[in-house]
């Protein structure tokens, strides 16, 4: 399938497949599968009543590691293998920035919180210091401030903090098809 024939009818079986044959991959070093970590964050997005887009969001954070699975033209509009880029990159043709900047400001978020809580980053998991060193370390204070120039900057510590909570083996929370119907009524509301 071309990224050309994604549409908005199925997009959301697309995301669905890659759930399906991808998800129970590793989670870069943690206890969790990748499908169990996005499961969770979602779920617990959802457990805060944080509204369709927010939990879209939580939901598709870490699509970016499966930007591969988007057909090899769509790397030729801009897609790198930062997945924090790369995921927003993909999804922006079908969800609102609502949900696509929170995405791509996620390991901002990260960063900027071990700027600015000096409790944030014993929270870290040690595959998140680990990364957390790849991407940059703690913010500078002009990085903070440009963090906070962005409108989706709340919204995008919110997923951080679920983020970070999301690693919980065994956790019980719904399947993808749970949030299918959200995820089709947010690409509604921003395609109509």
């Known amino acids: 399938m071309s990224f050309n024939t994604l549409n908005r009818e199925n997009i959301v079986d697309f995301i669905a497949n890659i759930f399906e044959r991808r998800g129970a991959e590793s989670y870069l070093g943690e206890r969790v599968t990748m499908a169990e970590h996005m499961l969770q964050s979602a779920r617990l ?40 880029d790369a995921g927003p990159q993909v999804l922006a043709a079908f969800f609102p920035p609502a949900v696509t900047e ?24 040690d595959a998140s210091v680990h990364t957390l060193n790849l991407q940059g370390g703690p913010m500078s204070e002009d990085e903070v401030d440009a963090f906070r120039a962005n409108p989706h900057h709340r919204n995008a510590v919110r997923m951080r903090i679920w983020d970070d909570d999301a690693k919980v083996p065994g956790q019980t929370t719904p399947g993808f098809d749970h949030y299918a119907p959200l995820l089709q009524r947010v690409i509604d509301l921003y395609l109509e």
């Open 45 to 84: 997005a959802e457990m805060e009543d944080a509204g369709d887009e927010l939990i879209a969001s939580a939901l598709l954070h870490d699509i970016g590691h499966y930007t591969n699975e988007f057909p090899e033209d769509a790397l030729e509009k801009g897609q790198d293998n930062h997945h924090e």
């Open 102 to 125: 929170p995405i791509r400001l996620h390991v901002a978020a990260k960063r900027y919180l071990c700027a600015v809580d000096p409790d944030y980053f014993g929270r870290l998991s």
